[in-house]
């Protein structure tokens, strides 16, 4: 059975950083590329950031790029996402998901594992 499972989530203040954790089970990610998403209250959910399954090649939108990075440890079955500079506009619920079809998926429907989210609150 496969378990993605994000962590790292917290109350900080803008300017601050935070590092959210992925950590998968039941499958290796090595053969997949992974991606995060947030979700904002009321608020379509929506594309953060995406690694392909070495670690060579990674995306991001307008909205982050400069600001956060995503990096995979295919050893340790991980994927990392550094957050500096938060806005509070960066408040959501961030998801992890892996996607066995797409080497830089940046489309939900790309990804076939979903974590249950991690929670970032960003003060003003």
């Known amino acids: 059975q496969v378990h993605v499972v994000e962590s790292g989530g917290g109350l900080v203040q803008t300017g601050d950083s935070l590092r959210l954790v992925c950590a998968a089970s039941g499958l290796t990610i090595r053969s997949y590329a992974m991606g995060w998403f947030r979700q904002a209250p009321g608020k379509e959910r929506e594309f953060v950031a995406v690694?392909?399954?070495?670690?060579?090649?990674?995306y991001y939108p307008d909205s982050v790029k400069g600001r956060f990075t995503i990096s995979r440890d295919n050893a340790k079955n991980t994927v990392y996402l550094q957050m500096n500079s938060l806005k509070p506009e960066d408040t959501a619920v961030y998801y992890c998901?892996?996607?066995?079809?797409?080497?830089?998926?940046?489309?939900?429907?790309?990804?076939?594992?979903w974590g249950q989210g991690t929670q970032v609150t960003v003060s003003s």
């Open positions: 690694i392909n399954w070495s670690g060579g090649s990674t």
């Open positions: 998901a892996a996607s066995r079809n797409a080497a830089l998926a940046i489309k939900q429907l790309e990804y076939d594992y």
